[in-house]
């Protein structure tokens, strides 16, 4: 059993920031009673979900809208989405997204289209930025919604929010953004972004999974998808998650706090680790923009040899990374964004994507550049594509 573990993988997930676990243990102990009743210790919890709400509108920089706790990125995802499809179609039946959006969004589009809905979806170029005038030609009367995510998942690719942004206002479209991966990481300044609807999730910024939450402006109507209660502005029946919330909460505070110092320090290691890989491993490729991606993540075609088998490899020595994104993990189709930057499926199958959190090191770096070479090598030498 190899001793060494680094963890690569933290767009997948991450682990519970000490500080936000100490805040979620006394909510647990202290804080247990239903919100929706009537007696003093529960107003006390009541009073916890209102000082969250306060917090994430000084967080966004906004006055006005609200934020529905979800369970976690695909609920405030599909919540959005199917929200506004329900919500608004007496409208119209057409809403506009992307060739590279997570799952929680591209199947989501999927299931409306089987209700009748009409989704377009946006190509993107080969550094996976998606075409904004595409958006604007294909907005039409009867368009009720633009969905375009904040940064990609899988690439770390960094979209025009704000640009977008100007274009559905000047339409009078609602305009969503997917900002789960970009949470923590990226400016949340609602005031600049200009977006209508925007979901997180809490596992992504060192907060506990099982908790997300959706923004909704003041002007935004949508349908429940969850019936049974008066919980979350009528928008989401259910007993809240106040241990969860409060540790959203506090988890993107920490985050937000130590951005600017955090984002330097990964892009460095990123940085190292790609100019490393390309020193020493033959045909590889950086995917995606180079200079408007998420500073710690790196995404990597190695020709010849499969990312599956990489990544056992890797394994074996104690370093886990991922190909694709987490979430079709178990599946053998290259990743779909790729393919849509139009990298071909034998090259896209060759992929590796390393996320960067708070716990790597150089020694981390140092580690991986020190027995990767040698597994491509051997892998490449199985391969009847191996040189």
Do not use: W
């Not at 369970?71 to 929200?83: H, Q, T, Y």
């Not at 998606?130 to 979209?159: C, F, H, P, W």
């Amino acid at each position: 059993m190899n001793k060494k573990q680094i963890y690569l993988d933290h767009n997948s997930t991450t682990y519970v920031d000490p500080n936000v676990l100490d805040i979620m243990k006394n909510c647990l102990v202290n804080f247990y009673a239903n919100p929706s009743s009537i007696y003093q210790s529960a107003n006390k919890v009541k009073e916890k979900l209102s000082e969250a709400q306060d917090s994430l509108k000084k967080i966004f920089n906004i006055q006005k809208g609200k934020f529905i706790f979800t369970g976690n990125g695909s609920e405030s995802d599909n919540l959005a989405i199917k929200g506004v499809a329900f919500a608004n179609k007496n409208k119209g039946k057409h809403i506009i997204t992307s060739q590279i959006e997570h799952h929680a969004v591209l199947h989501t589009c999927n299931y409306l289209e089987k209700c009748g809905v009409e989704v377009s979806y946006a190509p993107v170029n080969s550094k996976g930025i998606v075409d904004i005038n595409y958006i604007k030609d294909k907005i039409r009367d009867d368009t009720i919604l633009v969905s375009i995510m904040y940064a990609n998942n899988e690439t770390g690719v960094i979209q025009p929010i704000e640009d977008i942004s100007q274009i559905t206002k000047q339409k009078n479209v609602l305009f969503h953004t997917d900002a789960v991966q970009a949470a923590g990481k990226l400016d949340l300044d609602l005031s600049s972004l200009g977006v209508d609807l925007l979901s997180i999730s809490a596992h992504k910024f060192y907060g506990p999974k099982g908790v997300g939450a959706l923004f909704l402006n003041e002007k935004v109507k949508i349908d429940p998808l969850i019936h049974g209660g008066s919980q979350e502005y009528n928008l989401r029946a259910g007993t809240e998650n106040v241990p969860g919330i409060i540790g959203l909460v506090e988890a993107l505070k920490i985050a937000q706090k130590n951005s600017q110092q955090e984002y330097l320090r990964e892009k460095k290691l990123r940085d190292t680790l790609e100019k490393g890989i390309i020193n020493k491993i033959p045909d590889c490729i950086v995917n995606g923009d180079i200079d408007n991606r998420l500073t710690n993540t790196s995404n990597i075609i190695i020709k010849y040899v499969e990312g599956e088998s990489i990544l056992l490899h890797l394994d074996a020595v104690g370093i886990f990374a991922s190909s694709g994104s987490a979430c079709t993990s178990g599946s053998l189709e290259p990743s779909h964004v790729l393919l849509a930057m139009g990298i071909s499926h034998d090259l896209a199958h060759g992929s590796l994507r390393f996320s960067f959190g708070k716990i790597n090191t150089m020694e981390d770096v140092d580690y991986v550049l020190e027995v990767l070479p040698n597994i491509i090598k051997k892998l490449r030498a199985m391969s009847p594509f191996g040189k």
